[in-house]
């Protein structure tokens, strides 16, 4: 079964990308200063990776996972038993 999880980026990251915040470094002081939520959740572990995942054709929002626990999440949602 190929992995459902179809892209993890660092929440810091995806901030600078959408034209949020300018640098890397703002974003993590902003996401630590408890000024983002996502989905209505707020984040506040500025290692967080945001992930996508398909489902059928759509790509839904998953969750940002702490950067700790990514490895081992994707392997439980990438094992095939």
Not at 13 to 22: N, S, T
Not at 41 to 70: C, E, N
């Amino acid at each position: 079964m190929p992995n459902p999880v179809v892209c993890s980026m660092p929440l810091p990251r995806l901030l600078v990308d959408a034209g949020l915040c300018k640098t890397t470094s703002e974003a993590r002081r902003l996401i630590e200063q408890g000024a983002v939520r996502i989905a209505g959740h707020l984040i506040t572990d500025p290692t967080s990776l945001v992930m996508l995942w398909r489902d059928g054709d759509q790509t839904r929002y998953l969750g940002a996972i702490p950067k700790r626990l990514a490895d081992q999440y994707a392997k439980e949602v990438g094992d095939d038993s």
